[in-house]
């Protein structure tokens, strides 16, 4: 029988809509489907995270049934030693933006010698770098990137499924914990889209509502394309929030790709003076929801509780982190990373950064969110705190956003920040 083609499947756990099917059966009848567990990527990964990609692991198993062949180990050695013992001429790979993941694609593709290496697609409906100011510059503020990423456009989904390649299988690797498949996003996207997305742009900000897509963590693993998504969206209010919200998506993708060192440095480098405090007792009750302001202990609860967070919630969180406790972002960005199912290195580490202040397209430092006033007026009722802080549960109304025993007082924090900021800014 002819050879194989490779499929190395990363951040694109599916086979609607996938390009990289496309161009190995440009080549190939039949495609060995291979996964790597990449020590490297994994070991910062908390087990929220490792549980939620091993899911998505056996969705995609089944999907072919049962030919996903998974191995361990690093990939500059393992795929080309793969790719040869089944003798492929090429493998096929959806590209990879992020700061590991060239340098790693660069060092596979040289070990892969004459074994031709293919990038085809991306995770992005628009690949990071392809959209640029007149200039040929990047953007550096959302609102003008989101513009002409509109413009740009983006390709229609991709016709593939499961039988565009004949799937061989491959005997050895590793075997996939016994655990339950994550369920077909698609019905999950349908749901949202024709019951909740009219009400989109005001429900969005409202933690006590089921009123978000709960889409990112099948994006974040690519169980969906954006582009699907895109495809079916209309012209009305809640649309065209949703598809800027896809926009924040790529615009931080972008602007790691011109910055990788901002995965880990302030992209403003004013910021590098910004007075910091080391308190690990106040780290730790931040972590564990144990601060005293309810929305803030409701929200990193969650967090445990399910390895997610809603987002207004998560800009809540962060501000208290950075401008109440005086803690560096980085820090919150790591215990994010650790616990999110959903964990994106770009959104999550510029997410921070515009809470920070730090970053591009950021929120005014001075902007200091009242823990107390952003809860009584997007969590009116209450509902949402009671939901994760159980002692709360007979206070009623908005009565339960009044802190208990704070361990810190968000009035002087507040001077304090800005103080610190008034320090560094000229």
Not at 298 to 322: C, D, K, P, T, Y
Not at 323 to 337: N, Q, T
């Given at each position: 029988m002819p050879s194989p083609t490779v499929i190395w499947f990363r951040r694109d756990l599916r086979t609607a809509d996938h390009p990289a099917l496309l161009s190995a059966a440009e080549r190939a009848e039949s495609a060995l489907a291979l996964f790597v567990l990449d020590d490297k990527l994994l070991r910062n990964a908390g087990p929220a995270r490792t549980d939620h990609l091993h899911r998505c692991l056996r969705a995609l198993d089944a999907q072919l049934d049962g030919r996903l062949h998974v191995v361990r180990g690093n990939p500059v050695a393992v795929v080309p030693e793969i790719a040869r013992a089944v003798g492929a001429g090429s493998v096929h790979v959806s590209a990879d933006y992020g700061p590991y993941g060239r340098k790693r694609d660069a060092a596979v593709e040289e070990a892969l010698g004459d074994v031709e290496f293919v990038r085809s697609g991306s995770p992005y409906a628009v690949a990071p770098g392809r959209v640029r100011k007149g200039d040929g510059t990047p953007f550096k503020v959302f609102t003008p990137f989101r513009r002409a990423w509109t413009e740009h456009g983006w390709r229609k989904p991709a016709a593939t499924d499961a039988s565009t390649v004949d799937w061989v299988a491959r005997r050895g690797g590793e075997r996939l914990p016994d655990v339950e498949p994550v369920a077909d996003p698609l019905p999950l996207w349908e749901k949202f889209r024709d019951e909740r997305l009219p009400d989109y742009k005001t429900a969005r900000d409202r933690p006590d509502l089921d009123a978000t897509s709960r889409l990112s963590p099948y994006l974040r693993w690519g169980l969906l394309h954006p582009r699907t998504l895109l495809a079916e969206l209309g012209d009305g209010e809640g649309d065209a929030t949703f598809r800027s919200e896809l926009a924040w998506r790529e615009f931080y993708a972008d602007v790691l790709w011109h910055r990788p060192e901002t995965a880990s440095k302030n992209y403003d480098p004013k910021f590098d003076r910004m007075e910091h405090d080391s308190d690990d007792g106040r780290f730790r009750a931040w972590q564990e929801g144990k601060t005293g302001y309810p929305i803030?202990?409701?929200?990193?609860?969650?967090?445990?509780?399910?390895?997610?967070?809603?987002?207004?919630?998560?800009?809540?969180?962060?501000?208290?982190?950075?401008?109440?406790?005086?803690?560096?972002?980085?820090?919150?960005?790591?215990?994010?990373?650790?616990?999110l199912v959903d964990g994106d290195l770009a959104s999550n580490q510029h997410g921070w950064q515009w809470v920070a202040g730090s970053g591009t397209d950021a929120s005014p430092f001075f902007r200091v969110f009242n823990p107390v006033t952003q809860g009584e007026k997007f969590d009116p009722s209450g509902d949402y705190v009671r939901r994760y802080v159980p002692e709360l549960r007979d206070v009623r109304g908005k009565q339960v956003h009044q802190p208990h025993d704070p361990i810190v007082d968000h009035a002087h924090e507040r001077q304090v920040a800005l103080a610190r900021y008034g320090a560094i800014k000229s």
């Open positions: 803030v202990d409701a929200g990193m609860r969650q967090l445990l509780a399910e390895g997610w967070m809603h987002n207004r919630v998560r800009m809540i969180v962060a501000s208290f982190l950075v401008k109440d406790l005086h803690l560096p972002w980085w820090m919150g960005a790591k215990h994010f990373m650790d616990h």
